[in-house]
C-alpha cells in the first residue's frame, strides 16, 4: 500500500533553474495538499486542490505553481528557484467522510530541496 | 484565522518519565483536532485525533483530550520510551468546511535518553 508518494526524495538546484515535484496518491482522496517545512516554522500550507482540475492558494504560494490534471496526481512547480525556496516539501491528501467530516491527512515522506 | 499554539522544545526526558506536550487553539468553526508524529527524516504520521469537544484520542499509549471549554488537546503519556524521540506537530482542521486544510503548530521535538 503505497498511499502518498513524493518524488525526487532530494534536489539541489541552482538560483534561477526550473522544477516540478510530483505526488501520487492512490487513496482515491479528493482533497490534496503541498506544505513546506522550515525550522521553527512548522508546516505552512503552499497550495491544495479540492479535486481533479482545481486549484487554490495556500498561505505562502508565491513563486509556485501547481496543476492537477488527473485526480491522483498533484504537481508543484518553481519557474525560477531562489534560496528562500531551499526547505522540505510534504505533499499530503485526505477525503471527507460521507457525513461531510474531514478526515486527517495522510503525508508523503517529503522532498528535501536546496537551491544554491 | 484558525491558529495553533503549542509549547517549544526541545522537551528532554529520561525513559519511563511522564510526558504532557501543550496545545491550545484558536478557531472560527468547529474544528477537528490532531497530533501528528515525525521520525527524523520521515514524513509526518497522524499519532491521534479526536473530532468532537470531550473526545478523547489515543494511540501507543499516547493521549489527548478535546477541551472546547480552554481550547485545549494536551498531549500526554504516562512512561515514554527512547523510540518516542520525535517532533510532535499539534493540528487542527474545521470540520465541515468544503475541503479540508490543517493548520499546525510549530512543533516540539522530544528528546528521550535511557
Known amino acids: 500500500n503505497a498511499g502518498v508518494t513524493q518524488t525526487p526524495k532530494f534536489r539541489v538546484l541552482k538560483t534561477g533553474q526550473s522544477m516540478t515535484l510530483l505526488c501520487a496518491q492512490d487513496m482515491n482522496h479528493e482533497y490534496m495538499y503541498w506544505y513546506r517545512q522550515d525550522p521553527g516554522m512548522g508546516l505552512r500550507l503552499i497550495h491544495y486542490?479540492?479535486?481533479?482540475?482545481?486549484?487554490a492558494k495556500g498561505e505562502v504560494p508565491d513563486g509556485y505553481n501547481v496543476s492537477r490534471l488527473k485526480k491522483q496526481n498533484f504537481l508543484l512547480g518553481l519557474e525560477s528557484a531562489a534560496p528562500s525556496q531551499t526547505s522540505v516539501y510534504f505533499c499530503?491528501?485526505?477525503?471527507?467522510?460521507?457525513?461531510?467530516?474531514?478526515?486527517?491527512?495522510?503525508f508523503g515522506q517529503g522532498t528535501r530541496l536546496t537551491v544554491v | 484565522g484558525d491558529s495553533v499554539t503549542q509549547m517549544e522544545g526541545p522537551v528532554t526526558l529520561s525513559e519511563e518519565a511522564f510526558l504532557t506536550i501543550n496545545c491550545t487553539y484558536t478557531?472560527?468553526?468547529?474544528?477537528?483536532l490532531f497530533w501528528y508524529v515525525q521520525y527524523p527524516g520521515e514524513g509526518l504520521q497522524l499519532l491521534l485525533k479526536a473530532t468532537k469537544a470531550d473526545d478523547k484520542g489515543s494511540n501507543k499509549g499516547f493521549e489527548a483530550t478535546y477541551r472546547k471549554e480552554t481550547t485545549s488537546f494536551h498531549l500526554e503519556k504516562g512512561s515514554v520510551q527512547v523510540s518516542d524521540s520525535a517532533v510532535y506537530f499539534c493540528?487542527?482542521?474545521?470540520?465541515?468546511?468544503?475541503?479540508?486544510?490543517?493548520?499546525f503548530g510549530k512543533g516540539t521535538m522530544l528528546l528521550v535518553s535511557p
Open positions: 478557531a472560527t468553526g468547529y474544528p477537528s
Open positions: 493540528a487542527l482542521s474545521d470540520r465541515y468546511s468544503g475541503y479540508s486544510t490543517l493548520t
Open positions: 486542490s479540492v479535486g481533479e482540475g482545481t486549484t
Open positions: 499530503a491528501s485526505s477525503y471527507q467522510t460521507q457525513d461531510r467530516v474531514n478526515t486527517e491527512a495522510f
